[in-house]
């Protein structure tokens, strides 16, 4: 396993943007890598799945404004958030893990970081 420490959250209005991070404390390259989010009276639900550069998969609420982002060698991804909406507001989780269907409870999670956007 692998500790995972995210950061870049903040306030921001709607029609934002921030930038996540999520650091590994060790290689990532043979792990899926997952952004979910936690919003307010909400499961927490998955946001993106980086696996490489040729393939990302996000939810359908994020596509089109999200950008995911990973760098193997710096053992870090990134989440790049474009014209946010309140409804994104929630906690951003990055999570690491070795299956490909979702979570396990073998995986790693970092410990999240706020994102607020204010209408």
């Known amino acids: 396993q692998v500790q995972l420490v995210e950061s870049g959250g903040g306030l921001v209005q709607a029609g934002g943007s921030l930038t996540l991070s999520c650091a590994a404390s060790g290689s990532i390259s043979a792990y899926y890598m997952r952004w979910y989010r936690q919003s307010p009276g909400q499961n927490r639900s998955l946001v993106a799945t980086?696996?490489?550069?040729?393939?990302?998969r996000y939810a359908a609420s994020v596509r089109g404004r999200f950008t995911g982002s990973r760098d193997n060698d710096k053992n870090v991804i990134g989440l790049r958030m474009d014209n946010l909406k309140p409804e994104d507001t929630g906690y951003y989780f990055c999570?690491?893990?070795?299956?490909?269907?979702?979570?396990?409870?073998?995986?790693?999670w970092g410990q999240g970081t706020q994102v607020t956007v204010s209408s």
């Open positions: 980086i696996l490489n550069d040729n393939y990302i």
């Open positions: 999570n690491a893990g070795r299956s490909p269907f979702g979570v396990s409870p073998d995986d790693s």
